[in-house]
């Protein structure tokens, strides 16, 4: 990964972190920078979750990248762990570079380290060049997802 740094966030790296999150027409929606509490109270809950990682790619000393691996055990598939990747984000200077490979690669060897069988993740379905670089990746868009707002 050469003067790459991919490790646990911590409640400094949240402003950058919630801007990435920001930095997109459906994040610009649904993200706010103007109060980050609840972005730190977050975190709070993440950080005392074992199955729970949230982490950053740092370069540089600055936050380039960031996503969330959840860690799931579970009946189904002969009582197989499975992990979901949610919240990638590549900060806007750094697209194109082969950072979202690199953390999605990291994602995936941390899934198989921590024993899970399976590695999963959802896509908006506006993302169309999200979905190419996932089945690049060797991902299948193989199910269909459901939301309920609550």
Request: contains cysteine; hydrophobic residues 40%; proline residues 4%.
């Amino acid at each position: 990964m050469g003067d790459l740094e991919i490790r646990a966030a911590v409640a400094e790296d949240v402003p950058a972190i919630v801007a990435m999150l920001a930095d997109d027409p459906l994040g610009a929606q649904r993200e706010s920078q103007d109060d980050l509490t609840p972005y730190q109270t977050a975190l709070e809950r993440l950080r005392a979750d074992p199955n729970q990682h949230l982490v950053v790619a740092v370069r540089e000393g600055r936050v380039v990248g960031t996503l969330q691996l959840t860690v799931i055990p579970g009946l189904s598939r002969k009582g197989a762990t499975r992990s979901i990747i949610e919240g990638v984000r590549i900060h806007a200077d750094e697209r194109g570079s082969g950072l979202g490979t690199q953390l999605i690669e990291w994602a995936i060897d941390e899934s198989r380290r921590l024993d899970c069988q399976l590695v999963q993740l959802t896509s908006d379905v506006t993302r169309t060049d999200a979905h190419r670089f996932y089945e690049r990746l060797g991902f299948t868009a193989s199910h269909v997802g459901f939301k309920l707002p609550l």
